[in-house]
C-alpha cells in the first residue's frame, strides 16, 4: 500500500496594520528602546485594535487568502484546527466560530492549547488525518489576540507579544513531502512560570481576580528563558540527529518568535548559520500561536520543493518541540 504523506500545499497569514513601536512603550512603562532591543530582539509588534475584533477576525483573512492561493473554496475544508491561547471565548471553540465566518459548512474543527507550541501540535495532529486517508485538506491555523491578556503596566510582558495568525492546509501527498517526523513534549511543572492566573475553573472570575490583575499573562522571566534555551535548541538537535541530517541538509530553520537569544541559541546548537534562520521577530515581536506560520508565510516565495526545514517551539506548560517538514512546492 502507497505511504500517504501529509503536505503543506499553501500557507498564508495576516498581520494586523496598528504597530506599536518600543518608542511609543517608553511612554506607557519603564523601558527603553535599546533595552528592549538588546534582550529580545524586538523593535515593534502589531496590535488588532477596533471594537469587537477578536482571533478570529485575524484568521479570516489569513484563511481566505490562503483558499484564493490554493484555488479551493472553504466549503472543500474537511476539518480545522484552531491553535490559540487566545480564543475568542471560553467556548464555543475558535474553529467553529472562524469555520462560519468563511463558509466552511463541511468541516469540523476544535481549539488546541499549547501555548507557543500550539501550531507545532496542531501540524502534527492534523497530519494524522492525512496520514490516515481520514480527511483530504485539514487546516492548521495559529493565532492570537495576546494584546487581549497583557497588562500594559507589565513591562516584563508588555514588550514581548504582539497580536498575528497564520495558516498552513494540509493535503495527502504520495510523494515523500510534507510532515516527516517530528518530537513532542510537555511539563506540566512549569506551570507556575508562565500562565494567566485567573478566569478558569480554578480561578474563577471576581472582583478580587480582577483588582489582582490575574487575567493578564505572567511570566517569571529569567526561569522561562532557562528552560526554553535548554529545551527549544535540545529538541530541535534531536530531530535532526533522529533523522541522520547535518546542518548542510537543512535549507531553514524556523524557531519560535521568542526571544533573539533563544533563537541564536537554537541555531548554534543545530549549527544553522544565520542566513537559514526564519527571523521575523524584530517587526512582529511573539505572536505566541502565529509565530511560525507567519514566518512560512512570509518566506513562501523563497522556499523550494524538497527544501528540508527544522521547525521549533517553546511555551508556557510548559511544551516544547520540534518538526522536520520536507517542502512540498
Not at 125 to 142: M, N, P, Y
Amino acid at each position: 500500500m502507497q505511504k500517504i504523506f501529509a503536505a503543506i500545499t499553501a500557507v498564508n497569514g495576516y498581520a494586523p496594520e496598528y504597530i506599536l513601536t518600543n518608542h511609543e512603550l517608553e511612554a506607557m512603562v519603564d523601558t527603553n528602546d535599546e533595552w528592549i532591543l538588546s534582550r529580545t530582539g524586538i523593535r515593534e509588534r502589531r496590535i488588532l485594535k477596533g471594537e469587537g475584533l477578536a482571533t478570529s477576525d485575524m484568521a479570516v483573512p489569513a484563511v481566505n487568502g490562503l483558499l484564493k492561493k490554493r484555488g479551493i473554496t472553504a466549503d472543500e475544508i474537511d476539518l480545522i484546527i484552531f491553535c490559540t491561547s487566545t480564543p475568542d471565548m471560553p467556548f464555543p471553540a475558535t474553529a467553529n466560530i472562524l469555520a462560519h465566518k468563511i463558509g466552511a459548512t463541511k468541516a469540523w474543527g476544535y481549539d488546541l492549547q499549547a501555548a507557543c507550541s500550539g501550531f507545532l501540535f496542531g501540524l502534527t495532529t492534523g497530519a494524522q488525518f492525512i496520514e490516515s486517508g481520514k480527511h483530504k485538506k485539514v487546516l492548521i491555523v495559529g493565532g492570537d489576540k495576546m494584546s487581549s491578556i497583557i497588562n500594559y503596566e507589565d513591562r516584563t510582558t508588555c514588550i514581548i507579544f504582539g497580536d498575528g495568525c497564520g495558516a498552513a492546509l494540509l493535503e495527502p501527498s504520495e510523494e515523500p513531502y510534507g510532515v516527516m517526523d517530528s518530537i513532542l513534549k510537555s511539563d506540566g511543572s512549569g506551570a507556575q512560570y508562565l500562565n494567566m492566573k485567573a478566569g478558569g475553573s480554578l480561578k474563577p472570575a471576581s472582583h478580587e481576580t480582577i483588582d489582582a490583575h490575574e487575567h493578564f499573562a505572567y511570566q517569571e522571566g529569567q526561569t522561562v528563558f532557562k528552560f526554553a534555551v535548554t529545551n527549544m535548541a535540545d529538541v530541535a538537535a534531536e530531530i535532526m540527529q533522529r533523522n541522520n541530517l547535518t546542518s548542510d541538509d537543512i535549507a531553514w530553520l524556523v524557531p519560535h518568535q521568542a526571544n533573539k537569544r533563544i533563537i541564536d541559541a537554537t541555531a548554534n546548537r543545530t549549527g544553522v548559520t544565520s542566513d537559514k534562520v526564519m527571523i521575523n521577530i524584530e517587526r512582529y515581536g511573539n505572536t505566541t500561536n502565529g509565530t511560525i506560520p507567519l514566518c512560512l508565510w512570509e518566506w513562501e516565495s523563497r522556499l523550494k520543493k524538497g527544501d528540508n526545514l527544522i521547525l521549533a517551539a517553546f511555551g508556557g506548560g510548559f511544551t516544547w518541540g520540534s518538526v522536520y517538514l520536507k517542502w512540498a512546492y
